[in-house]
């Protein structure tokens, strides 16, 4: 089976015959690792491409400085760009960065933690990046809460906004704060944003 992109025009959206195994979609993502793939509710997959040099840059700073602090707080595990998840809804999404707490990890069976893991991150940040509009990573974000995170950062460096989603709440809309405060389930994380702004 020819599972290689190459040479396509992205983003794209691939409709396979029938729905994918995880397994198969392991495959489908493994064979074509140089794009980012996520599945959508209704089984298709949207490839795209992978970011460019400047937010793939911000993507590094946010996930180090995520890391440096989950590592201190260790409460959790976190995961960069590169992570999948299978959500409620039947997508499988790879957030910017993402956050899971040990106490939810802890009721996946170890067959559950290969591959993708059905659970939803309770903390995830999104980029905006020059390749897609702020509209569709505004669905995403939405998306995202409606499949259970707790809260969920939307950085945009373009118009130097960070909006903040939380389930049941209105979205918080802050023009270039000088830090973005974690609150629950992520207390006490503080993540400077002059690097997204400058």
Known sequence: MEL????????????????LTDDELQLFCESNDFMRVELEPNGDLTVMTTAGSDSGSLNGYLTMHIGIWSEADGRDRFFDSSSGFMLPDGSMRSPDSAWISYDRIAVLKASERRGFWRICPE???????ESYSRSTV????????ANGAQLAWLIDP????AIVYRPGKSVQVLAKPEYLTGEAPVSGLRLPMDRFFG
């Open 138 to 145: 505004e669905d995403k974000m939405r998306m995202w809460i």
């Open 123 to 129: 903390f995830i940040v999104e980029l905006v990046s």
């Open 4 to 19: 290689s992109l190459a040479g396509l025009p992205f983003p794209i959206i691939v409709r396979p015959i029938v729905r």
């Open 158 to 161: 373009y118009s130097c906004e």
